[in-house]
């Protein structure tokens, strides 16, 4: 019933930028931490940001992403700036999740393509 699903990606030169979104929807009681995930070609999972009590930035993405969240709308925003074909991959959402029974869950999206070339 809980669902979480991404938009805003596509295709971007090398150094131009991108806003994703993430908008969870369902039986939805609270929300904890939200966080982007990506896997570029060949590459295992890795987490590139989080927002929970306080956002957090990891590995070579520092610096070139921003993470805010909307909770009126239920929704977290990744913004992506100085993008490099390195950073190439299917961007997932992930989140913590209460419905409204009260029961908590993380969730993904079903992930969106970021392409950067030339």
């Known amino acids: 019933q809980v669902h979480l699903v991404e938009s805003g990606g596509g295709l971007v030169q090398p150094g131009g930028s991108l806003r994703l979104s993430c908008a969870a929807s369902?039986?939805?009681?609270?929300?904890?931490?939200m966080d982007w995930y990506r896997r570029a070609p060949g590459k295992q999972r890795e987490l590139i940001a989080s927002s929970g009590g306080i956002t957090r930035y990891y590995g070579s993405v520092q610096g070139r992403l921003h993470i805010s969240r909307d909770a009126a709308k239920n929704t977290v925003y990744l913004e992506m700036n100085n993008l490099k074909p390195e950073d190439t991959a299917v961007y997932y959402c992930?989140?913590?999740?209460?419905?409204?029974?009260?029961?908590?869950?993380?969730?993904w999206g079903q992930g969106i393509q970021v392409t950067v070339s030339p």
């Open positions: 369902g039986s939805i009681f609270d929300i904890g931490d």
């Open positions: 992930n989140a913590e999740i209460w419905s409204d029974s009260h029961n908590v869950a993380r969730y």
